[in-house]
């Protein structure tokens, strides 16, 4: 079966630090990847996707950036964190072409609760 | 499009009564939509799916009704207990990578269910 895993849980950085968020996912090959923010009480922001291993698109402009050296690998990452980058990141993995699973379909990890202070 | 700088709406309801959570979506070429479920603290997970070929869907206890004439799709949920308070998000597809689609989320809803 698919898992996918996320860290850390949680995170509190200070304002100006980098960031690096992890996900991996586990018993796919070649899944689509997607990294969302949820800020508290708001509803899901679009980040980045990818398709493939160094392909990256980007959804919305700001300090972060995203890349995956790996094929089941996302990362999150920035240089210098602000206080509005705060919130819930959640990782999400869907089947491409050639899943087995109803493709439509996102998988979701756990998510990182980060806080900037 | 994507709702995300707005406070969720919510629904409270009493434990045993049916709930119906409501969501507008935008684009009329979408094709296939699907439900949500978020717990407090955790990632959100697929309840319900529908295509746009089909009015109605059953699950166990959850319903999905689609209108595609006025673009509205709902969630019902029978006889409603505590496990169910969440956060429920509608998601419509807006277009396709590599055959696997972007999904453009609703706002959520965020449903209370009072014992």
């Known amino acids: 079966s698919q898992t996918i895993h996320q860290w850390p849980a949680t995170l509190v950085q200070p304002v100006g630090s980098p960031l690096s968020l992890e996900c991996t996912v586990e018993g796919t090959s070649n899944p689509n990847l997607y990294w969302y923010r949820q800020a508290a009480g708001r509803g899901l922001q679009l980040l980045f996707y990818?398709?493939?291993?160094?392909?990256i698109s980007s959804e919305v402009p700001q300090n972060l950036s995203a890349s995956r050296p790996q094929d089941r690998q996302f990362i999150l990452s920035s240089k210098k964190l602000l206080l509005s980058d705060s919130g819930f990141y959640l990782c999400?993995?869907?089947?491409?072409?050639?899943?087995?699973?109803?493709?439509?379909?996102?998988?979701f990890g756990p998510g990182t609760r980060l806080t900037v202070t | 499009g994507e709702s995300v700088g707005l406070h969720l709406p919510t629904l409270s309801v009493q434990e045993g009564d049916n709930s119906i959570i409501n969501c507008a979506y935008s684009n009329s070429a979408s094709d296939y939509f699907i439900w949500y479920k978020q717990e407090s603290g955790k990632g959100p997970q697929f309840i319900i799916d529908i295509r746009s070929n089909m009015d109605k869907r059953q699950g166990q206890r959850v319903t999905v009704l689609l209108n595609k004439t006025v673009k509205h799709l709902s969630l019902q949920i029978a006889a409603t207990q505590p496990g169910d308070s969440a956060v429920y998000f509608c998601a419509e597809n807006r277009g396709s990578i590599r055959g696997s689609y972007i999904p453009t989320f609703g706002r959520g809803t965020s449903l209370i269910v009072h014992p």
């Open positions: 999400a993995w869907s089947p491409g072409l050639a899943g087995g699973h109803p493709f439509y379909e996102q998988y």
């Open positions: 990818s398709v493939g291993i160094g392909q």
